[in-house]
């Protein structure tokens, strides 16, 4: 018996990894790759799973019989709004590459600010020769917002390094070594955090939540002089009005940014030329391809053998 087609539409920067990746997957199955010229305009009725990064807008007025969407990434919050997004379940992204990638981004960012990369650039180019305090990681707290696949990972990581974690979540979570907060906790948790790490994702109740009010309510004192920003998750929960406002008065000492409230950043934006700000293009953790694929043919192996699909989105909370 044939079985169903897969419908791919991942709009990556890295076309040429998608091409190379179709020729190792899928095997089994008609695969129609809208990324491929040949393919606009086909008739896409009979496709029952969907792969989607950034799809066309009419995708599903097109794809009218879609049993399974798949996210091309561990975020949601786009493929949510979509419109005419039909009631099927949807399996998001969760790899163990993708996950110690993030928690390298993430540990990279710690000890950048930790060891005030920063100021020693800045004294490299004047040729100045001027040591600084060098405070170690245990000195400082590491305040993980999201508490999921990858905030759990990097706060291992971070803990290895030698830096206090504490972490908060919507609902209370138990992690070895780590203090965490549930929503209630949340200013208990700010008042504890040095580096204040973002890997939440975007939903209604996470949209805007660092803003000046919060950055107000981080520690003070502690041994990086002034708290730092590191955001991974979406830029549309960070208020970069308000980053910058925290910069210029010292509420924040620093930050790292790799997402953004519109992406791409803005050539305008004061972010850039902020001396110990990080500004990196949405990249803490590309999705592998491969891994990619992979993963969808083990869920719809486990979808046509009548076991339940893994990582599926729960609409109603939004990730
Ligand atoms: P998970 O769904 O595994 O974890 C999300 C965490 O956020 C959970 O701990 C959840 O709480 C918490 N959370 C959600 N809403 C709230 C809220 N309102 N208040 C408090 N905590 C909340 O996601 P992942 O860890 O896999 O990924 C996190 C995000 O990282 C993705 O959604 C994506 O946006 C972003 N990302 C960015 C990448 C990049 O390259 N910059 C790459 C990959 C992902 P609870 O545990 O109680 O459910
Ligand atoms: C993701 C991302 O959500 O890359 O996977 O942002």
Known sequence: ???????????????????????????????IDLGAAENAGRDLSDCRYAILWQPDADLFSRATNLDVLFSGGAGVDRVLALE?????????????????RMSEYVVL??????????????????????PLPQ??????????MGLGELGRDAAAKLKMM????????????TIDGVETFDEAGRDAFL???????????????????FDLALFEKLRRGGPLGAPVF???????????????????????????????????????????DRENVVITPHVAADSDIGALFAHVERQIARFEAGEP????????RGY
Not at 109 to 130: E, G, I, M, N, P
Not at 255 to 267: C, Q
């Open 1 to 31: 018996m044939t079985k169903p087609p897969l419908l791919i539409d991942l709009k990556f920067s890295d076309r040429a990894a998608v091409v190379a990746a179709l020729k190792r997957h899928f095997a089994d199955r008609d695969v």
């Open 84 to 100: 005419g997004l039909p009631d099927a379940p949807l399996v998001r992204f969760v790899d163990p590459s993708l996950t110690r």
């Open 109 to 130: 960012q710690c000890l950048y600010h930790l060891r005030q990369v920063a100021a020693y650039r800045s004294s490299q180019k004047a040729r100045r020769w001027q």
């Open 135 to 144: 405070p170690e990681a245990c000195a400082a707290t590491v305040g993980i």
């Open 162 to 173: 030698g830096f206090n974690v504490v972490g908060w979540s919507r609902t209370a979570k």
């Open 191 to 209: 008042a504890r955090t040095d580096i204040l790490v973002g890997l939440l994702p975007l939903t209604a109740e996470t949209t805007g939540l």
């Open 230 to 272: 590191i955001n991974a998750g979406r830029g549309g929960s960070q208020v970069e009005a308000d980053i910058v406002a925290a910069l210029d008065r010292g509420i924040l000492g620093g930050a790292s940014l790799d997402v953004f409230e519109t992406e791409p950043l803005s050539a305008e934006s004061p972010l850039w």
């Open 309 to 316: 699909l893994e990582h599926v989105v729960g609409r109603k």
